[in-house]
């Protein structure tokens, strides 16, 4: 089990730019893949970008593709989530999340470990 404390979410305008960070407990982070779901008002909650143990594979939602960037430090125990071109849409309860599988894999599902979410609201 890891403990993962997001932060770096809060209010832009349309367009702007946010980058999200989540410090991961343990000494074993490179076992975990990482990722990021969001969860708006009224809506389920949905996946947004996950990156493999070592950082080698990255697989996004169409949906932020090319405005989104997920990366991870390792030697930091730490996942980043640089949001650009932000729309209105994105805005949404940001959870970073924490799976213990194979080194290559880019989970979709099955997270075993949450953090509390940070929020990301875009104004227009």
């Known amino acids: 089990q890891v403990q993962l404390v997001e932060s770096g979410g809060g209010l832009v305008q349309a367009g702007g730019s946010l980058r999200l960070s989540c410090a991961a407990s343990?000494?074993?982070?490179?076992?975990?893949?990482m990722g990021w779901f969001r969860q708006a008002p009224g809506k389920e909650r949905e996946f947004v970008a996950a990156i493999s143990r070592s950082g080698s594979r990255i697989y996004y939602a169409d949906s932020v593709k090319g405005r989104f960037t997920i990366a991870r430090d390792n030697a930091k125990n730490t996942v980043f989530l640089q949001m650009n071109s932000l729309r209105q849409e994105d805005t949404a309860v940001y959870y970073c999340?924490?799976?213990?599988?194979?080194?290559?894999?880019?989970?979709?599902?099955?997270?075993?470990?949450w953090g509390q979410g940070t929020q990301v609201t875009v104004s227009s």
């Open positions: 343990g000494r074993t982070f490179s076992s975990y893949a």
């Open positions: 999340v924490a799976k213990s599988t194979a080194y290559y894999a880019t989970p979709l599902d099955g997270y075993e470990d």
